[in-house]
């Protein structure tokens, strides 16, 4: 098994996570021995549906300050009472596995009052994948462990991307339209790494702008896919600018838009960027970091950067680019947000080979080596 960077808590703790991103994996081989609860069997689902109540006196039969596992805790959000009552009478500690938040962010859902930390898991990154790993190869197919691990890779992402992504919907009964929403996950592809433009997409799909906005609701809370907002300067005032949005991996993306093969130049940038965007968000979870992520959009004489690293008042511009050359016009974004308050580094990452430096300080960056040392004191240059 791949060694994932993830640091459990000691404590109780909700780890969630899009399907295929090796949770059930991680927490069997993390946790080998201890009581594993699966509520995808569908045996021990209807057991505990017909009566919660079981649940609760298995767990009364277990040692005190035992580790118990519970996978896809939210198919029964009500079995937190049960581990509610178990960590106060018995001290246990859980790692509760979801694949979705969603129906667990209902009013009336008990979410143990704060007695349980969140985790979440995501694709691989280049550190958990060491020698495995190869970025035309994460560019093609994405970094989900399921799919990684396929003999046919193509014929799993299909598979991920149509049958899975339409069950899960039809699962959770979060939309009774499955024809209009398997149009917009079309076009919300397209719309990967871009500002949201919620009407146009709509549009495209063939649904009301209100519906399209429930479909984007839906990605998020099914953790496929996450906005990064626009960064917002303190003393900033005047209209805000639409997040980007991002699917949680390329191999997805590609698959919606039936795009087979190699990957092509006219959609590479958008996938390095969004590989980019991916890895720095599961590192800061990872790694616990206290870095808030955003991008500059573009107003005045500022122009647009991918990403805005910030922790407390330092900050970090971080521009991705699919092509080795380095001149003025990749550099003009970064350039521009040179006087901003607190700008530690100001990083140009590309396909270079090795490290360079413009002479007013703007780092060029190998885009690998990048990903594979990140870490906040890397980031941040401590």
């Known amino acids: 098994m791949l060694r994932r960077l993830i640091v459990p808590p000691e404590r109780t703790y909700f780890l969630f996570g899009a399907r295929g991103t090796g949770k059930s994996t991680w927490a069997r081989a993390t946790y080998a021995g201890k009581p594993y609860f699966d509520l995808l069997d569908q045996e021990a689902f209807i057991a505990y549906q017909r009566d919660p109540g079981r649940f609760g006196r298995q767990l009364a039969a277990l040692p005190d300050g035992e580790t118990v596992v519970v996978d896809e805790i939210q198919r029964l959000p009500e079995l937190l009472n049960e581990v509610h009552r178990a960590i106060e009478s018995k001290r246990l500690q859980f790692v509760l596995l979801g694949s979705s938040p969603r129906k667990l962010k209902h009013a009336g859902v008990n979410m143990l009052g704060g007695r349980a930390s969140l985790r979440t898991m995501f694709p691989l990154l280049p550190q ?19 799919i990684w691990a396929a003999t046919d890779k193509d014929e799993a992402l299909s598979a991920y991307a149509g049958t899975y992504l339409t069950e899960e919907i039809r699962a959770e009964a979060l939309t009774r339209d499955l024809g209009s929403f398997t149009r917009f996950l079309s076009v919300a592809a397209l719309f990967h790494g871009q500002t949201i433009n919620t009407s146009e997409v709509g549009r495209q799909a063939g649904v009301a702008r209100t519906t399209a906005e429930g479909y984007f609701g839906i990605l998020e809370d099914t953790l496929l896919a996450w906005k990064l907002p626009a960064f917002e300067a303190r003393d900033r005032v005047g209209e805000r600018a639409h997040p980007k949005f991002y699917w949680i991996d390329a191999g997805i993306v590609r698959s919606l838009k039936a795009s087979r093969g190699p990957v092509i130049a006219e959609e590479r940038g958008g996938l ?28 005045g004489s500022i122009g647009e950067v991918d990403f805005i690293a910030r922790r407390g008042d330092e900050l970090v511009a971080i521009e991705v680019k699919a092509s080795k050359l380095v001149d003025s016009r990749a550099l003009k974004g970064l350039r521009s947000v040179r006087d901003l308050p607190g700008l530690r580094r100001r990083m140009l990452l590309s396909p270079v080979d090795r490290n360079e430096r413009t ?3 703007i780092e060029v960056l190998p885009i690998v080596d990048f990903a594979r040392q990140l870490t906040g004191e890397f980031l941040f240059g401590n």
Not at 134 to 141: F, M
Not at 279 to 298: H, Q, T, W
């Open 272 to 299: 390095l960027e969004g590989w980019i965007a991916n890895s720095l968000r599961a590192a800061i979870s990872y790694f616990n970091e206290p870095v808030d992520l955003s991008y500059m959009p573009k107003h």
């Open 359 to 361: 002479e007013d300080g």
């Open 128 to 146: 958990e994948m060491a020698g495995e790993f190869d970025l035309e190869e994460a560019l093609r197919y994405g970094t989900l462990p399921i």
